[in-house]
């Protein structure tokens, strides 16, 4: 018990900056924080803070210790919230992932309401296009986007909040200037703008209505990994795009983007929340699933 007290003195104390303001939030005082570090380190046998007049500073021991004590104190947290869960009583950090451009567009708007809905969830949400490692980089639920049916097979629990679909496009601007498409074979010849991260790389997939397959290899004007820069580049005149309707799906309807080979269907898309495991499932991960998946009941890109 006294080496719990310890660490939850150090970890408050990391996270204030000082002694003071550590205190200050565990209604403490400073020499009560300071002699319980100092126990802490004791019994260790290393240093976990370098002192000076001005500031505090972890040592790299101090970095690394403190990210595991912050983890556990985190899951005693959840432990405890778990115990007494229920949707009416939702509680904790929960530590979301999502995919950079659908979380600024589409997530970000969403947590101020689940944040009123909650007043006792703190979040903590890390936008990547990097496929995480939920478990060990300590993330309670991410949202992840995939080809329908390619959801990588993992002990990850899934469940589905919308669907989406893959839009060529390009600008009025681009497309006076440039020659005909009226076939995918046509891209080849064209100037196009690519996500480095799309699961086909250079070749893009469609689909005909009567299920003909085709597949053309593009040779990229501009690659990255952001579908915003593509988004950027074709709204510029510069060439054809390929993106998900939540992305281009407002520039198609309002003109600034047209949509390309509208009898030839790019790859169906599905959104998910995935989290680690379905045993034992913590309230605050529950009521953000189940808030997702109303959210997403209908979606406006489509």
């Not at 126990?39 to 290393?46: A, H, I, N, P």
């Not at 505090?56 to 432990?79: F, K, N, P, V, W």
């Amino acid at each position: 018990m006294d080496q719990l007290r310890q660490i939850e003195a150090f970890v408050a104390v990391v996270q204030a900056g000082s002694y003071v303001r550590a205190a200050e939030r565990l209604d403490s005082s400073k020499a009560v924080l300071s002699r319980l570090v100092l126990e802490l380190e004791t019994q260790l046998g290393t240093r976990l803070l370098n002192r000076t007049t001005r500031r505090l500073s972890l040592t790299e021991t101090g970095a690394a210790y403190h990210e595991r004590c912050r983890q556990i104190l985190d899951d005693l947290r959840d432990a405890n919230a778990a115990a007494s869960a229920t949707t009416a009583n939702v509680s904790g950090r929960l530590r979301i992932n999502a995919p950079l451009t659908f979380g600024n567009l589409h997530l970000a708007p969403l947590w101020g309401e689940f944040l009123k809905l909650h007043p006792q969830v703190e979040l903590d949400i890390t936008l990547t296009d990097r496929v995480v490692d939920l478990v060990e980089e300590g993330f309670d639920l991410a949202v992840r986007i995939a080809q329908a049916g390619r959801l990588p097979s993992t002990s990850l629990v899934a469940r589905k909040l919308a669907s989406d679909r893959m839009l060529l496009c390009a600008s009025p601007g681009y497309l006076r200037r440039a020659a005909a498409i009226s076939h995918p074979d046509d891209l080849a010849r064209h100037a196009v703008m690519a996500y480095a991260w799309w699961s086909s790389g250079d070749a893009w997939p469609f689909t005909d209505a009567d299920g003909h397959a085709a597949s053309v290899t593009v040779q990229p004007r501009l690659r990255t990994n952001s579908g915003d820069t593509c988004r950027a580049a074709a709204l510029a005149d510069q060439g054809v795009i390929y993106q998900p309707a939540f992305l281009v799906g407002a520039d198609v309807r309002a003109g600034r983007l047209v949509e390309l080979l509208p009898d030839w269907r790019g790859p169906a898309l599905d959104i998910h929340a995935v989290y680690p495991s379905r045993t034992h499932l913590s309230g605050k991960v529950r009521a953000m699933v189940d808030f997702l998946a109303g959210a997403f009941q209908q979606p406006g890109w489509l």
